[in-house]
Every structure is written in structure tokens, then in C-alpha cells.
């Protein structure tokens, strides 16, 4: 793989630097790896199993000292500009030669780890003149390094001629180091196998291989020399009422049932269900209680029995833990009475979760969450089917809060729409993120009623809120970037203010009644141009009010403002006039109608029908009215 001895043995001294703290920390192993090196050879095996040795006892940033490989740049160091150039180029690479699987991984991590807009990627670009533009020595030797690790994962081999010199003559500094940046690509190779190269952008700490066991580490300092046994639950558990039963440091195989009448605590351990086509589970009975924490939980495969299922004042706790592939994972409680149960799920990982997930009724905490989709999932494509449900009974006047969680899809160019959904009555939204989730038939990311959705950010989103029950809503200070449907209310009354949109298109808003206010629309457009559309449509038979908002670069190809629900109406009877009040429009056109809003709705009666027949004009009816605006 190295060519010859020489060249092998300069990159492992170009590429290793020995700190004298790990040194002394590890001096057996090191001295070992210190003769094997003057003795190298081209069988490797001896020298992988050294440094497994040290890799035992180091910690990944110690690993990082020790190699000086791993994150000698951090990517990180370059400027915007610089990853979205970056990207471009392995895109191009990877339109003109193809790409195979690794390949793409590859490009898909990094452009998750740079959080770059993949329509940003698609723009022509000149790479010659803005490699040019880089003033920076280390950011083009980053921009090379991270070019050859992709070109390797080709055919594992730094040796592909000339094919890709166009692009990496570009980097004259790069283009200097080559060897040494070549031989430290295959030192981490042969180290940590070519896994290292697609899997080093990961944003999460897990592997998408098919048929893969999927492990965790999520223990303190302390604990990470102590095994797991393995624990088998394959007959009925018992927990008597007045019993605190706690289970800890175990791989727990939960293939029968856990019938708990008093209290059961899971630390520290990697739990799996759904293991056999046996029925498993843990049943709560009344004022009995669950904590789960620093656990990691895994569902072998789906099965629509919940996992977890409590019936009346109970409590569940689960905190700091991991869940993969989970589905029909808790029920709390059978309906809106179940008040007195209490949930709290805070600081947790919830990875590729699908159908029923979550289904909660009574109070909850779900806070400090990641909810995260990076894979097509299989499982019923069915609104009924939801991710998270979180609900209580409007009576209690306390809400449900849902806080500082992110909800991310994080697939690219799927044709599978996301599996996130989240469903919440009686409830608060607040400081969380939805990043890149599509919901592409009738759902919604997130259904609501009687809730408020307060600073939250949206970017590249689908359908994002519709309601269900018919309750006041409440949607203030939030940001939604680069979305369509945005804002879906069929029944109720909302009150949407002090929000940004910006960059988004098509259908925006579709709003039964209530006020929109102070909010800002900033360069709102039309791209499906086979089905224009209305940016915001108000129901014509009920009163709303748009006041003291600024619309600014609009360009669509339909009413940026229009009204809905009169094709039935008879005279003028169902009309309920909403009002544009003291708003500002700059720079706002509209390329398929003479007007930016529909003021008029033309109607039938008895007189009209006689005018339509006498003079061919229909009669109209005024249904928004325009006051004080800056047109």
C-alpha cells in the first residue's frame, strides 16, 4: 500500500508526535510501538494491535495528541465562503466521475458538519478564481487534505495519476505538502481502517450499517472499566408494591414482561427490546414509577405493543440516555384524565425514532432533547401515526413544556418524507430548532391546538403547523427560513406576531381568523410555477386582521394576500371584512395578477344574475380593505 519502506517510514515520522504526558502515562505499550517501528515491514498486523492497545486508554482528544492526525486542521478553521468552495468542488468531482458509497457518506457528513445549504452547492462557481481569492496557507492545505481523503475512499489508494489534477493543482500550498498529507491519509487508514475517513464529519456517534449491532458509551469517568454483563429477562419480573428494584451496568435483554408495583431504576445500561417474537414490556401499575438514566436503548425491530406502559399516577423519569431505531416505546396513561401522571425526558438522543414513540397524557417536561432522523425508516406512512404525542386536559392550567430541543432530518435528496412529527395539546413550544424536515402529504411537523410555538427557528422546512382542536393559538418571535407551509390553521383562532419570514415560497400562510402582527416577510417568492399559489389566504367568512407588518422584496407569481371559502357564498351575507392595517410593501411585485392583494370577490343574487345577463359584469363584493399602508 506504501510504495517501499522509506516512504512508509517518513510518514509515520511526519505523522506521529508522542506526547510525553501519554508517554508516561502508557510507557509499555509505547516502548513496544517504539520497536516495532525500527523492525516495520509490510505486515501491519502487529503495529494494529499495538495501537489498540493504547486506544484502550486514551480518550479521543488524548488520541488526538498522540497521532496529531486525526485533527491536526480543524475544518472548522475555514471561513463560510471556504466550505461552501469546498463543498462545490467535491460536488463537481462527483457529478463528472461518479461517486461510490463511501464517497458519498463522505460528502454527506462533511456537508452536515459544515451546516451548508446543499442548494448552495449547486451554483456554478469559478474554482480557480476563488481558490485564488483565499489569502489563507492553512486554509488551502485544510481544502487539500480533505479533497485527497475523498479521492482515496476512490479505490483506497492514493495512486489515481493525474485524473483529479485540474482540481488539486489549484492548491499551491497543499500541492507542496503532498506526500506527507498522502502518507498520513493511509497512516490513518491502516490505523483506524478507511471507516475513518467517512465517518470522521459524523455529527452523532453511531453507524448506519445493516445488520449492524449498534452499541453506546454514555458512562462518567469512573465507570469506563467496568463491563456490562449480560442480563436476560426472559420470565416474568416481579416488583412488589413497597420495592425499589434498580438494575445497573447491564446489556439488558428484555424478552418477557416486567410487572412493576412499586419503583424501577435503570442506570448505566444498553437496553433492548423487541429481541423475539415473544411478548415483552414493562407494565406500570397505578403509583408505581420508572427512571431511566445514562442508558441506551435500542428496538431490535418494530412491533406495535408498547414498550412502556403505565395506566394511572404514575411517574417517568428518563434523563441523559440514547435511543435508536425506537418505536412504540412509551404510553403514559389511556386518555385526557390520566392528569396526574408525571413525565420528564431531558437531555436525551432520540436517532432514526419512528411510529408512536412517544404517546403521553398528563404532565410533561420533554427539554434538552435531539431529535434526529438520518435514514429512510420503515413504518406505517399514516398521519395516525405519530412520533411524539404530548397531551393533557385543557382544564389544567399548567401547560405541557416542550423546551431547547432540536429536531433535525438530516437526509439528503430522500424521497421518503420525515418520520418527526410532533403532536401536542395543552402545551408550550419554546427555543427549539427544526432544521431541514419535509412532511409531504397531509401532516404536519407539528399539529397543535390550544398551544403557543414562542422562539423557534425553522430552516428548510415542509408543513410545518396545523391545528387540530379547535383552541386559541398562539405563534410569537419565531423565525422560519426558507419554508413553505409554513402555517396551516383550519379551525381556530391564532395570534401570529413578532416573527421573521424570510426566503420562503408558495403557500406561506393559510389562516382561518385572528391577527397577524409585526411580523416581517423578506424576499418571499414563487418556485412552483406549474401550481401558483397565494402567499396568504385569509377565510373570507371570518374576520382577520393584518397589521403593522413590513413585506419586503416580494416577488410572486400569484396574490401575495388573498381570501378563500365564498365560492359558495349567495348575496353578501357570509362576508366578514379583514383588514391590511398600516403595513409597509418594498419592493413587492406580482407577475401573474394586477394587484399584490385581492380586495374583491364577486358574488351571486337575484340583482347580480339580472347584471351579469343586461351587461356581462359580475357584482363584487369588497372582502380585505387596505388602510394606511405604504403601497
Partial sequence: MFGNKKSFNEGMKSGIRLSEEIVKRDTRAINKLYEILKNITGDTRELKETFEEVIKSLENSEIEKLFGIVKTSNPNDLEEEEKIILLQILVDISKRYGSNSNQKEFLRNLTLYFEINFEDLLKENNFKKAIDNIDSKKSEKIMYKIIKEYLYLENNTNNYGNKYNEYLSLFVYGLADNKNIENEVEFKVIIFGEEILYQQFSKYSYNFEENQEYTYENVEED??????????????????????????????????????????????????????????????????????????????????????????????????????????????????????????????????????????????????????????????????????????????????????????????????????????????????????????????????????????????????????????????????????????????????????????????????????????????????????????????????????????????????????GLEDMWGTKDINLSYVKNCTFKDCETTGKDNLINKFCPYLSFSSFLSILKNGQEAEAEVIKIENCKI
Fill in 223 to 564: 465507570d469506563k472499566s467496568i463491563e456490562y454483563e449480560d442480563l436476560y429477562i426472559n420470565n416474568i419480573m416481579q416488583i412488589k408494591k413497597d420495592e425499589t428494584k434498580e438494575i445497573s451496568y447491564k446489556n439488558l435483554y428484555v424478552n418477557s414482561y416486567i410487572n412493576c408495583n412499586g419503583i424501577l431504576k435503570l442506570k448505566k445500561c444498553t437496553i433492548y427490546y423487541n429481541n423475539t417474537e415473544e411478548g415483552n414490556g414493562i407494565i406500570l401499575s397505578k403509583n408505581a414509577n420508572i427512571s431511566i438514566e445514562n442508558c441506551n436503548i435500542i428496538c431490535k425491530k418494530m412491533d406495535k405493543s408498547m414498550f412502556i406502559k403505565t395506566l394511572e399516577n404514575n411517574e417517568v423519569n428518563i434523563k441523559n440516555s440514547k435511543f435508536l431505531n425506537c418505536s412504540y416505546f412509551l404510553k403514559v396513561g389511556e386518555s385526557y384524565s390520566s392528569i396526574q401522571n408525571k413525565v420528564s425526558i431531558d437531555n436525551c438522543d432520540i436517532i432514526n425514532c419512528s411510529d408512536n414513540f412517544l404517546l403521553i397524557y398528563g404532565m410533561c417536561k420533554f427539554v434538552n432533547n435531539r431529535i434526529v432522523q438520518d435514514k429512510d425508516i420503515n413504518g406505517k406512512e399514516s398521519i395516525e401515526y405519530k412520533n411524539i404525542s404530548i397531551s393533557n386536559d385543557d382544564e389544567v392550567l399548567e401547560k405541557n413544556l416542550i423546551s431547547n430541543n432540536q429536531f433535525e432530518d438530516n437526509r439528503i435528496n430522500t424521497k421518503k418524507q420525515s418520520k418527526i412529527h410532533l403532536q401536542i395539546e395543552n402545551a408550550k413550544v419554546i427555543n427549539c430548532v427544526f432544521k431541514n424536515i419535509n412532511k409531504k402529504d397531509e401532516s404536519s411537523i407539528i399539529e397543535i391546538g390550544n398551544a403557543e410555538i414562542e422562539n423557534c427557528k425553522f430552516e428548510n422546512c415542509q408543513n410545518i403547523l396545523s391545528d387540530s382542536i379547535e383552541e386559541k393559538i398562539i405563534i410569537n418571535n419565531c423565525i422560519f427560513n426558507n419554508c413553505t407551509n409554513v402555517i396551516t390553521i383550519y379551525w381556530n383562532e391564532c395570534l401570529l406576531s413578532n416573527s421573521k419570514f424570510i426566503s420562503c415560497y408558495d403557500e406561506i400562510i393559510y389562516y382561518n381568523s385572528g391577527i397577524i402582527e409585526f411580523c416581517e416577510f423578506i424576499d418571499i417568492k414563487t418556485k412552483n410555477r406549474e401550481f401558483s399559489e397565494d402567499s396568504i389566504l385569509l377565510n373570507g367568512k371570518k374576520q382577520n386582521i393584518i397589521r403593522n407588518c413590513i413585506f419586503d422584496k416580494i416577488k410572486v407569481e400569484s396574490y401575495l394576500i388573498n381570501h378563500y
